[in-house]
T-cell receptor, first 115, second 117 residues
């Protein structure tokens, strides 16, 4: 297990299309986070899961966004009816209770471009 | 509300110079963690250090050192004898503490460090 894995790394889509991203956390990590990073900004929290339960959603997460973690392992983030403002890097992170959830390990991100 | 301010947007130095990246934070929590992450052009956030709110000891790791001062709500990061490979965007982040553990991070806007040969 080499770390948090995100797929795809890059996605170009036309405005109005739906897209889905996948995140595979580090094995045994019970927490999984999604962040969004726009150009020149730091990552912003979107949502997080503890096992399969989605415990918090940011107000940044509009109704067009939905995240799931059905079996408490991998997670998906879907954006419906994409808009140009959705263009960003979507970062996934996971953390372990064995480390007191004190450190989040990040994946390499999925860069979304909406044209 | 949590807030992290990195006032330096970009810094450019010549190799072997020392450089300090500033970070100021705001929180009402008494328990929290502070972090520094490095983001190279590949995009992945690389963890550098964490410090909890009860540990104000400065830390040195090789060419990196961190100065945490609760009195000024600052957590500054110094790279000694910078190298070209240090070129990246550096983020300071603050975690909230809920239910006995950390959870979401609040990041600053980052400082782009360019080390020229």
């Amino acid at each position: 297990d080499t770390g948090v894995s995100q797929d795809p790394r890059h996605k170009i889509t036309k405005r109005g299309q739906n897209v889905t991203f996948r995140c595979d956390p580090i094995s045994e990590h019970n927490r999984l986070y999604w962040y969004r990073q726009t150009l020149g900004q730091g990552p912003e929290f979107l949502t997080y899961f503890q096992n399969e339960a989605q415990l918090e959603k940011s107000r940044l997460l509009s109704d067009r966004f939905s995240a799931e973690r059905p079996k408490g392992s991998f997670s998906t983030l879907e954006i419906q009816r994409t808009e140009q403002g959705d263009s960003a890097m979507y970062l996934c992170a996971s953390s372990s209770p064995l480390l007191g959830n004190t450190e989040a390990f990040f994946g390499q991100g999925t860069r979304l471009t909406v044209v | 509300a949590q807030k992290v301010t990195q006032a330096q947007t970009e810094i450019s130095v010549v190799e072997k110079e020392d450089v300090t990246l500033d970070c100021v934070y705001e929180t009402r929590d008494t328990t929290y963690y502070l972090f520094w992450y490095k983001q190279p052009p590949s995009g992945e956030l690389v963890f550098l250090i964490r410090r909890n709110s009860f540990d104000e000891q400065n830390e040195i790791s090789g060419r990196y050192s961190w100065n945490f001062q609760k009195s000024t709500s600052s957590f500054n990061f110094t790279i000694t004898a910078s190298q070209v490979v240090d070129s990246a965007v550096y983020f300071c982040a603050l975690s909230e503490w809920r239910g006995g553990s950390n959870y979401k991070l609040t990041f600053g806007k980052g400082t782009l460090l360019t080390v020229n040969p």
